[in-house]
């Protein structure tokens, strides 16, 4: 059974950039689309961009000046750098795969974690 | 980017009762849409792919119809695990893009 496991701070001040990691465990990161997807509190779902396996990315143009999103093969994790981070920001933060062939929906995701944006 | 609007917002329903959800897409998306379900402090479950296809383990009182711009997702009769928020969300093209989602209460 896939399962995936964001990590990273859940604290950020204004300004700074946020790093969030995405484990893939159960399975092999090869040959799908990883995403990132964030929800602030009480409101809908938001995504970021994604990533496939052979480094190829493709972001949300909302956020595309402010976000790299990297994969690591070796240790099938994927990644998300966020800059100049604001109260805006503040949400739960998804990883998600996104199927490459046998369709493109989200059929895994990680539970979430909460990065607030606090000074 | 293509908007997606979900109808309604909000819905009060019992159990038993025969539920219907509309997603309208801005522009034609063929049968590129997907069905979530979320619970409070939860990850969205995926249950229905390209438009009609039930995902594995979902059970068969889900189901999803619709192509184009206009889609539906049907419950035939509300279990009391079923009060929910449900989004759309359309693979056609990028960006991503859900809808704002339908929450389901129970009356």
């Known amino acids: 059974q896939v399962q995936l496991q964001e990590s990273g701070p859940g604290l950020m001040n204004p300004s700074e950039t946020l790093s969030l990691t995405c484990t893939v465990s159960?399975?092999?990161?090869?040959?799908?689309?990883w995403s990132w997807i964030r929800q602030p509190a009480g409101k809908g779902l938001d995504w970021i961009g994604r990533?496939?396996?052979?480094?190829?990315?493709d972001y949300n143009p909302s956020l595309k000046s402010r976000v790299t999103i990297s994969v690591d093969t070796s240790k099938n994790q994927f990644s998300l750098k966020l800059s100049s981070m604001t109260a805006a920001d503040t949400a739960v933060y998804y990883c998600?795969?996104?199927?490459?062939?046998?369709?493109?929906?989200?059929?895994?995701w990680g539970q979430g974690t909460l990065v607030t944006v606090s000074s | 980017d293509i908007q997606m609007t979900q109808s309604p917002s909000s819905l009060s329903a019992s159990v038993g009762d025969r539920v219907t959800i509309t997603c309208r897409a801005s522009?034609?998306?063929?049968?590129?849409l997907h069905w979530y379900q979320q619970k409070p402090g939860k990850a969205p479950k995926l249950l229905i792919y390209?438009?009609?296809n039930l995902q594995s383990g979902v059970p068969s009182r889900f189901s999803g119809s619709g192509s184009g711009t206009d889609f539906t997702l049907t419950i035939s009769s509300l279990q009391p695990e079923d009060f929910a928020t449900y989004y759309c969300?359309?693979?056609?093209?990028?960006?991503?893009?859900f809808g704002q989602g339908t929450k389901l209460e129970i009356k």
């Open positions: 998600a795969r996104e199927g490459a062939v046998t369709g493109h929906y989200f059929d895994y």
């Open positions: 159960g399975g092999s990161i090869s040959s799908y689309y």
């Open positions: 990533i496939y396996t052979s480094g190829s990315t």
């Open positions: 522009q034609s998306i063929n049968s590129n």
């Open positions: 390209a438009a009609s």
């Open positions: 969300q359309q693979s056609y093209n990028s960006p991503r893009t």
